[in-house]
């Protein structure tokens, strides 16, 4: 059974760091070139996507909200990917999710609008002084 499980949300002050893990079960990330994909969801806004990793080569993609300042990774050895959040905004936080399809193929540029069938409960972002 897939399931994923993010953590390492909290409260920061603007300009401060976080660093978001999804822990992904049932599946090897390193089998096939998945997909990890992360979004967020503001109070009273729609969800949107913020990165893309593939899980066998170096594509990677960020929303232009984003670009610069976070930074997304995996770990294949311990099924976990990343998101390295600095120079945090208030605009910011959100629920971030992390999510995948399972299509072996690489994100690609159109990352955000793949069908993703496994997501995490979510992790709450904080960002207020």
């Known amino acids: 059974q897939v399931q994923l499980v993010e953590s390492g949300g909290g409260l920061v002050q603007p300009g401060g760091s976080l660093r978001l893990s999804c822990s992904a079960s049932?599946?090897?990330?390193?089998?096939?070139?998945?997909?990890i994909g992360w979004f967020r969801q503001a109070p009273g806004k729609e969800r949107e996507g913020v990165s893309c990793i593939s899980t066998t080569d170096l594509d990677t993609h960020y929303a232009d909200a984003v670009k610069g300042r976070f930074t997304i990774s995996r770990d294949n050895t311990s099924s976990t990917a990343y998101l390295q959040m600095n120079s945090l905004k208030p605009e910011d936080t959100a629920i971030y999710y992390c999510a995948t399809d399972l299509i072996p193929l690489l994100c690609g540029p159109r990352w955000f609008d793949r069908p993703y069938d496994y997501w995490g409960q979510g992790t709450e972002v904080t960002v207020s002084s």
């Open positions: 049932g599946f090897a990330m390193d089998m096939y070139n998945y997909a």
